[in-house]
């Protein structure tokens, strides 16, 4: 009777365990959806199956469980890759011809439209 309650209780920690362990699925592909794959070109860590991929996704797993958030997993990507690895690279003195430039092809494209109509 003592082993089968001793069983009974090993078997419901061990299921409590897997299940509080690695819980928020969702909440890792949200955060691998805005990561971008150094391995595979033009793709997000969400979308690819490198190695490298699934690494991250257990990276991001790891730092959710220690109770980090957010911000926290991407400046700590952010520092071991580099800013590269974010689809939205924060405005930077680094960045703000990247964020700048297509504001000014707009602007340059609308003052050659309203040049050419008003010249007719």
């Known amino acids: 009777m003592?082993?089968?309650?001793?069983?009974?209780?090993v078997f419901y920690l061990i299921s409590f365990?897997?299940?509080?362990?690695?819980?928020?699925?969702e909440k890792v592909n949200?955060?691998?959806?805005?990561?971008r794959c150094l391995i595979?070109?033009?793709?997000s860590v969400y979308d690819s199956q490198?190695?490298?991929a699934l690494?991250?996704?257990?990276?991001?797993?790891?730092?959710?469980d220690?109770?980090?958030?957010?911000?926290?997993?991407?400046?700590?990507?952010?520092?071991?890759?580099?800013e590269w690895v974010v689809y939205d690279p924060e405005i930077t003195k680094n960045t703000f011809l990247l964020w700048l430039l297509p504001l000014?092809?707009?602007v340059f494209g609308a003052i050659l439209i309203i040049r050419k109509v008003s010249i007719k």
Request: one cysteine or more; glycine letters at 6%.
């Open 30 to 35: 949200q955060i691998s959806k805005n990561l």
């Open 2 to 9: 003592k082993i089968k309650i001793l069983v009974l209780t």
């Open 55 to 64: 690494s991250m996704k257990i990276l991001i797993q790891n730092k959710i």
């Open 17 to 25: 365990l897997n299940i509080s362990h690695g819980a928020n699925p």
């Open 66 to 82: 220690e109770g980090k958030n957010d911000e926290q997993i991407y400046d700590f990507l952010k520092s071991k890759y580099g």
């Open 104 to 106: 000014i092809l707009f």
């Open 40 to 43: 595979c070109q033009g793709q």
């Open 50 to 52: 490198s190695d490298f």
